[in-house]
């Protein structure tokens, strides 16, 4: 949930047909799969020829092929509406998705691309929201051929689009743009990193430009876990293979509020600059945390990131099973 103490300008926008179109930068074609095959968007037809240099082309331009090529997709189950870099589709009215981009896909956007993104972005980005569980689930094997994986919302990068349940709240969809955002500019940043600050961004509050992350339920777990020794060390969460090695919930909980402690810190959007200049020496992103706390030694910041969940509040949201177990999925 985007909690806004200030809501940010958005892009003007203009009808044509079901679409609406907005603001042009550069980029390059990009390639769609369409249940399990090989389906090129309307954006790679005048570029399929040079299959070694992609000519620039009007990221404008390129949203509205998109939006065409997903208004086709979607057929008579949705509008679609362009706020370049961004096309918007579902089974909702044009004027719920406009208010959508309006109160949180622009005002979280640009948040997250001033705060953390070396550069906006150049390729248009597919959001596809879903009124409820059946439109989720028939997105999904329409467009991707599989069931969702979790019942919040998932991110494909290698098409660039997200797909969210809206009947799930406003977190997934927070959650799911700042994995899209995050890895096209930096794709090969760590999976701690990633699904962290995507998590930190599900409850948070814009201030002065910046998600400020707010406590949630996933607080009490990190709390218990650290109470009953059943919280890995830093080291071991961070390590490759280290999130998903033991129940995903608790990777969450600790990676969230650890991206929350280093923004306390005032250390998060360094370490996120350190990771993009991380070498494969570092692919974990280890080095980078020491880095950004000055050099201090891993288990220190341990300790200390220890005591301070502990500390925290106890008026965070009880912890759900629903929701550990819709995430688990």
Known sequence: MLRRSALMPSCSSWPIRRILLAAPVLLGAACFGLRGHSVQSPADVGARENTSRAEPVDLLQACRQMADWLTRQLRTDGSVVVHAPYVIGGDLAIEELTRRYQESIDPAGRAIIGEYLHAPPSRPTVILLARGEASYRRFADRLFGIGPESDFGFYRPHVRMLLVNTARGESGLVHELTHALLTADL??????????????????????????????????????????????SLESLVRPGGFRSRP??????????????????????????????????????????????????????DAEFRRWALRRGTDATPPRKADADAEAR
Do not use: K
């Open 248 to 301: 995903i919930w608790l990777s969450y909980a600790q990676a969230r509020y650890f991206c929350m402690f280093m923004q306390q810190r005032g250390v998060l959007r360094d370490c996120c600059r350190l990771l993009r200049g991380a070498t494969s020496e570092d692919p974990s992103g280890m080095a980078a945390i020491s880095q950004a706390f000055g050099g201090e030694d891993l288990d220190r910041i």
């Open 187 to 232: 794709p090969s940043v760590p999976e701690w990193f990633n699904e962290g600050l995507a998590s930190l961004h599900e409850d948070s509050r814009l201030q002065d430009g910046v998600l400020v992350g707010q406590d949630n339920w996933r607080l009490p777990i990190l709390q218990e876990a650290i109470r009953s020794d059943r919280f890995l």
